[in-house]
C-alpha cells in the first residue's frame, strides 16, 4: 500500500477491525441467502506526511451509483445547512454580488443549495449519485450527476465560469484520488474565492476511540495538519478552521487559491497546537487506538449478553454507515439486537449488511415496548434522547454506546441551542 497523499510505502498499522461489507449495501430479502463481499478495514498512517488512510477496495462507482443516504430525511441536518449558507452568505456578500455562483460537490438531494435556490443566488449541485441527485433536481436545486475530477471540474467552469463558493462537506474523506479531487477544487473556484470543506476531525477518533467513523466509503482521515498539506498541493491555502460538533466532532476548513492567501486565522493555529498536544503531529500519538476501540466493543457486547441474560429485548435505532462498523466489528446478531429502525424508507425491509438484522420504521419502537434502544447514531445524542423519551413511558431504557456506553437520562428536557447537529450517516 502506497499512500494516497505522498506517495510512501512507509504506513503503519494503528487499527484492525477485521473484513466487513460495505456500510451501505443493505441487504433486501430475496438476498439472505447470497453471499457478501467484505474487505478489510485496516487503518494506517504515513509516517512520512502522517496522513490516516484505509486501502481503497471499494470503488466510489460501486458505493454511489445508487445510494442510501439521502441527507434531507435529518431535519437538524437541514438546519445545519441552512446556518452555514446564512453564515457564508454573509461572509463572502453572496447575495449583493451579481455575479455570485456557489458549486456544492457531492451535494446529495439538495439539501444545502436548496437555501441558496431560496436566496436567488445562482448554484449548481455535482453530485455522483443517480437516485439521490434525481431527487435534488425534483426539488429544484440544478444539479449534474458526476464524480469530480479534473476534468468534470474544467468542464463546470467553462460552462458555468468560476464559483465565488465552493463546498465539499463530508466528501473529503469519500475520495481515493485526494490529489485530482483537490485540483478539481481549484479549478471550480475562483481566484478570489473561498473553498469550504467539512470534515469529520481525526484528533476525535482517536481521542474517544470512534472507531465507527471508519468503514469502506471513509478512505482517509483528517487532521488540520494533513488537510493544509493535501490542500497545498491542489494550490489552495487554508484561512481558517471551525471546529464543530458534527459527526461526533468534526472540522470546517476555509481556503483560497494560494497566490490570494493571507496568514492562517488565530483559530487555526489553536486547533494545530490542540492537535500537537494529543500527539497527532507524530505517529506515536494513533498506536493507543486499537487496544482503545477493543475496550469499548467489549464494553458494547457484556452490556449486550447481559441483556441477553436478563430476558430483556433490545433494538437499535438509526441504520447509518458507522452503525454498520459498530455491528460488524461487536459481532452482534439479531440473537442480541432484534432489529433496528430508521427514518428512511429506502432502508425499511431491509437488511444491515454483514450482521442482516431487519430495518423498520421508526413507529416499530413504540408498538413492542421494548426494555432497551441502542442508538447506532450516537453522535446525535442530544436531538435523539429528546426523540426517543417515550421510550421511559413503559421504563424502557435508551442507551448509547460510544464514546463510552452510558444510558441516557429520559426525565431531562433538554434546553434548545443553536449549536448544530447532523445527519444519521
Known amino acids: 500500500m502506497l499512500c494516497r497523499l505522498c506517495g510512501s510505502r512507509d504506513l503503519e498499522s494503528v487499527l484492525d477491525l477485521g473484513a466487513t461489507p460495505p456500510c451501505e449495501s443493505f441487504l433486501t430479502a430475496d438476498r439472505l441467502d447470497d453471499p457478501e463481499p467484505t474487505y478489510p478495514l485496516h487503518v494506517r498512517v504515513c509516517r512520512d506526511c502522517l496522513l490516516v488512510q484505509i486501502p481503497a477496495l471499494v470503488s466510489p462507482d460501486d458505493t454511489f451509483t445508487e445510494y442510501a443516504y439521502f441527507s434531507s430525511f435529518s431535519s437538524s441536518w437541514v438546519e445545519h445547512a441552512c446556518r452555514f449558507v446564512d453564515e457564508a452568505a454573509e461572509r463572502m456578500a453572496l447575495g449583493v454580488r451579481d455575479d455570485a455562483f456557489v458549486v456544492e460537490v457531492a451535494s446529495n438531494d439538495g439539501y444545502l443549495l436548496r437555501h441558496v435556490v431560496e436566496r436567488g443566488i445562482r448554484c449548481l449541485g455535482i453530485e455522483p449519485s443517480v437516485n439521490v441527485g434525481a ?27 468560476p464559483a465565488s463558493l ?79 460538533p458534527t459527526h461526533g466532532g468534526s472540522i470546517r476548513l476555509w481556503a483560497t487559491p494560494s497566490a490570494n492567501a493571507g496568514p492562517p486565522s488565530e483559530r487555526t493555529l489553536e486547533i494545530l497546537a490542540e492537535e500537537r498536544r494529543a500527539g497527532l503531529h507524530a505517529v506515536e500519538g494513533y498506536r493507543g487506538l486499537e487496544s482503545a476501540a477493543r475496550d469499548a466493543r467489549a464494553a458494547v457486547l457484556g452490556f449486550l449478553l447481559e441483556c441477553r441474560r436478563r430476558g430483556e429485548r433490545v433494538v437499535g435505532y438509526g441504520a447509518p454507515g458507522k452503525g ?73 431504557r435508551v442507551v448509547f454506546p460510544l464514546p463510552t456506553l452510558h444510558t441516557a437520562d429520559l426525565s431531562r428536557v433538554t434546553l434548545p441551542t443553536d449549536e448544530p447537529v447532523e445527519a444519521l450517516s
Not at 368 to 384: K, T
Request: hydrophobic share 40%.
Open 166 to 244: 465552493v463546498v465539499a462537506n463530508n466528501v473529503y474523506a469519500h475520495i481515493p484520488d485526494v490529489r485530482g479531487f483537490t485540483e478539481g477544487l481549484r479549478t471550480l473556484v475562483a481566484d478570489d474565492g473561498l473553498v469550504s470543506i467539512e470534515v469529520h476531525h481525526a484528533l476525535k477518533l482517536v481521542a474517544e476511540a470512534q472507531f465507527d467513523t471508519v468503514y469502506h466509503e471513509h478512505f482517509q482521515y483528517w487532521t488540520v495538519l494533513t488537510a493544509m498539506r493535501a490542500l497545498e498541493k491542489g494550490d489552495l491555502t487554508v484561512i481558517d478552521v471551525e471546529s464543530l
Open 135 to 161: 431527487a435534488a433536481r425534483d426539488a429544484g436545486v440544478p444539479t449534474e450527476t458526476a464524480f469530480l475530477n479534473p476534468e468534470t471540474a474544467a468542464r463546470v467552469r467553462a460552462d458555468h465560469g
Open 324 to 396: 454498520n462498523t459498530l455491528l460488524n466489528y461487536c459481532g452482534v446478531r439479531p440473537d442480541l439486537l432484534e432489529y433496528t429502525v430508521d427514518r428512511n424508507p429506502y432502508k425499511h425491509g431491509r437488511f444491515t449488511p454483514g450482521t442482516r438484522i431487519p430495518i423498520h420504521h421508526p413507529d416499530r419502537i413504540a408498538a413492542d415496548r421494548p426494555d432497551v434502544v441502542l442508538v447506532l447514531p450516537w453522535n446525535l445524542e442530544r436531538e435523539l434522547t429528546d426523540q426517543l423519551r417515550y421510550v421511559g413511558e413503559w421504563g424502557g
